[in-house]
C-alpha cells in the first residue's frame, strides 16, 4: 500500500516535498516512482530510482529541479520538487515497481502498485 501527501497550492518558485509512505509489503525491493497527470493528458514519468543500484530518472522537464530519495528504511519516499512551474500542476502519484532498468520503468505499463495521488496547484 502506498500513502501519498504533501501536495498543495503554491506560487511559482515555490518549493513542496512529497512523501509516500511504504507499506504491505517488502518494498526495498521495488524500484519507486513519481508521475503526473495533469487534466486532459495522459500520466507521465516524472522521476524514477531503481532499487537495484539506487539510479535515478527524471523527466527532462524537471531536471535540476526536482529530487527522488528515499529513507534508509527505503519505506518512504520523496519528492522534492523546487521553482515549481504552472506547467507542474497535476495530480501527482508515487508508484512500486518490482522491475528496475529505464526500459521498464519510465511508462507505467510495469508499475504494480499506486498511491492514490496527491494534486500540486501552482500559480504563476
Known amino acids: 500500500q502506498l500513502q501519498a501527501s504533501g501536495g498543495g497550492l503554491v506560487q511559482s518558485g515555490d518549493s513542496l516535498r512529497l512523501s509516500c509512505a511504504a507499506s504491505?509489503?517488502?518494498?526495498?525491493?521495488?524500484?519507486m516512482g513519481w508521475f503526473r497527470q495533469a487534466p486532459g493528458k495522459e500520466r507521465e514519468f516524472v522521476a524514477v530510482?531503481?532499487?537495484?543500484?539506487?539510479?535515478?530518472w527524471y523527466v527532462d522537464s524537471v531536471k535540476g529541479r526536482f529530487t527522488i530519495s528515499r529513507n534508509n528504511a527505503r519505506d518512504t519516499t520523496f519528492l522534492q520538487m523546487n521553482g515549481l512551474k504552472p506547467e507542474d500542476t497535476a495530480v501527482y502519484y508515487c508508484?512500486?515497481?518490482?522491475?528496475?532498468?529505464?526500459?521498464?520503468?519510465?511508462?507505467?505499463?510495469?508499475?504494480?502498485?499506486w498511491g492514490q495521488g496527491t494534486q500540486v496547484t501552482v500559480s504563476s
Open positions: 508508484a512500486a515497481s518490482p522491475y528496475y532498468s529505464y526500459s521498464d520503468l519510465f511508462t507505467t505499463v510495469k508499475w504494480t502498485d
Open positions: 504491505g509489503r517488502d518494498y526495498r525491493v521495488y524500484s
Open positions: 530510482e531503481s532499487y537495484r543500484d539506487r539510479r535515478k
